[in-house]
């Protein structure tokens, strides 16, 4: 055992120190400031080392997290990037955005008594070392191969099945409706979580690899998806879940309530200088007004945060259930609540007020009754409960569900399940047609980066043992 490790004992836990709630209301950069090398040692230096390490186990990407802490805590940090790229595609934005309180920090067995090591920080902290020392390289194969991979959808799981395609010397091309990579991560999560050259900083890194972009090119309407299965070896469709879930309540058509995506896209069109005429024209940005958003899951407090960055008069978040209860990460809860939104707990809406434009929504408090068979009890109306909210803005951010892509591809083929996410072989990564492959949201539902990551890597893993079992002919032998 390293005599650096086992430091819980006397050394606390810590984040790396966030800016002050009225500093960060002033612009989209992220929160959290860097660990100093003395500060990343010295909390790396907690870990217990655990022969059964629960970290590394709840962590989707099973991330050699004992390992690159002792590395980290001996001043090895190039072999620390070196363990910790080994599994991950992109540590340094996981390091960021993953719900650590839920995965690998929630899950740290240190002694009873003391609160977990700080992983995701760290793992942060190893990465952007490694950028800045040049360690990490774009993709260079030892041999190039002939066989090429379409993959559509430019998202988390397409860009990290790209990295590992490219590394083992395929031709690759990534298509994506969108005029930037990223999927999510450039368009959805905002700025003070994820800053937006993180994102491009990732996808140069790919293309001086040797991947191919087509951006602004929509599968289905551009190109059709039998045209990309004719000029690949094999397909991966890594799509996301984009059909907001609509809520069917007296007023929900009225100006002034909008979808989550759109508002989020229009903030982060902005932020990275684009032209953005529903923002300019009021209808998608929130200074001056009256906010309610309606939700309680990650993307519910990207949109009560974005608010407050616009300087919203008012921003209040409505959710039927209690704190205890919501379903997004606390820790992004707690830092709603630090920079002002006011959360009405244990409420719902049932009407929005307004003449052509919202004005209100009128709302209902709510009583959590008894467990249903999923184990969580059933949010029950109070009669005569009604009250008013003054809103000239209403973010709907009640979950996504995917589109109908055999529809929208033109492919009866393409096996979905009953909630619309494409059906694989888990086994395989495949779906019921041959050489087609699915990965990340499109076939999880709305999930976590870090899953769209361990997608993207175990179906590069699939497509490179089809096209060997193709080449050798072993797919026909067992068709
Ligand atoms: P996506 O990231 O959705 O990428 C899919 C890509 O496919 C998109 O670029 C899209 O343009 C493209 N595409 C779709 N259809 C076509 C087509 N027909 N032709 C061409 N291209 C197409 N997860 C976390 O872990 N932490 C967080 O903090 C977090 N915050 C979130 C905040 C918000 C607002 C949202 C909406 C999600 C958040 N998530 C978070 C979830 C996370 O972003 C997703 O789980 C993840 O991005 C899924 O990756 P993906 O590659 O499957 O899909
Ligand atoms: Fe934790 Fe996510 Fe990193 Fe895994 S990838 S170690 S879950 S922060
Ligand atoms: Fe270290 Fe905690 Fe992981 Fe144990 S569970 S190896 S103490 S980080």
């Not at 929900?252 to 759109?262: C, E, I, N, S, T």
């Not at 892509?405 to 041959?434: E, N, Y």
């Amino acid at each position: 055992m390293a005599s650096k490790m086992l430091q819980f004992v006397k050394t606390e836990k810590q984040m790396p120190s966030k800016r002050t709630a009225d500093d960060r209301a002033k612009d989209f950069d992220e929160i959290y400031r860097d660990f100093s090398k003395e500060r990343a040692e010295e909390q790396a230096s907690r870990c217990s080392q655990c022969g059964v390490p629960f970290c590394q186990v709840n962590c989707p990407l099973h991330n050699n997290i004992p390992d690159w802490l002792m590395l980290t805590a001996e001043d090895r940090l190039q072999e620390a990037y070196e363990v910790s790229a080994a599994t991950n595609n992109f540590p340094e934005i996981c390091g960021r955005i993953c719900p650590q309180d839920r995965l690998c920090e929630g899950n740290c067995v240190i002694e009873k008594g003391f609160e977990s090591v700080t992983i995701g920080a760290v793992e942060k902290y190893i990465t952007e070392t490694a950028f800045e020392n040049g360690w990490v390289k774009p993709a260079s194969p030892v041999a190039e191969r002939d066989q090429s991979v379409g993959i559509i959808g430019a998202g988390p799981a397409g860009l990290s099945a790209a990295d590992m395609l490219r590394r083992k010397g395929y031709q690759v091309t990534v298509y994506d409706r969108y005029d930037r990579a990223g999927g999510l991560l450039i368009y959805g999560i905002p700025g003070f979580k994820l800053e937006k050259d993180i994102v491009e900083r990732r996808a140069r890194l790919l293309e001086d690899g040797g991947v191919t972009f087509k951006l602004n090119c929509n599968i289905g309407t551009d190109i059709s998806f039998d045209e990309i299965r004719e000029a690949h070896d094999a397909v991966l469709i890594a799509t996301g879940v984009y059909k907001a879930r609509d809520i069917a309540l007296p007023g929900a058509g009225l100006k002034g309530v909008v979808p989550a995506l759109d508002y989020l896209t229009a903030s982060n069109k902005k932020s990275l200088g684009d032209d953005v005429p529903e923002f300019d024209d009021g209808s998608l940005n929130a200074k001056g007004k009256d906010v309610v958003v309606i939700g309680g899951g990650d993307t519910a407090m990207d949109c009560v945060r974005t608010a407050i960055r616009q300087e919203a008069k008012s921003v209040k978040c409505l959710y039927r259930r209690n704190k205890a209860n919501m379903p997004g990460s606390q820790r992004e809860v707690e830092n709603a609540e630090e920079e002002g939104v006011d959360f009405q707990w244990l409420s719902a809406p049932q009407a929005f007020t307004g003449d052509e434009s919202v004005d209100a929504v009128m709302a209902q408090r709510i009583h959590l009754g008894q467990a249903d068979e999923t184990g969580r009890q059933v949010p029950q109306i109070i009669e005569d409960s009604t009250y008013k909210l003054d809103a000239d803005l209403v973010i709907k951010a009640l979950g996504f569900d995917p589109e109908d892509l055999p529809g929208l591809f033109g492919q009866d083929a393409l096996r979905v399940s009953k909630w619309g996410t494409v059906a694989i072989d888990w086994k395989t990564m495949m779906t019921d047609m041959p050489g087609v492959f699915a990965a990340g949201d499109i076939v999880r539902g709305a999930s976590l980066v870090v899953w769209g990551v361990r997608d993207g890597r175990d179906a590069a893993d699939r497509i490179h043992a089809f096209v060997e079992a193709e080449l050798s002919g072993a797919n026909k032998a067992v068709g």
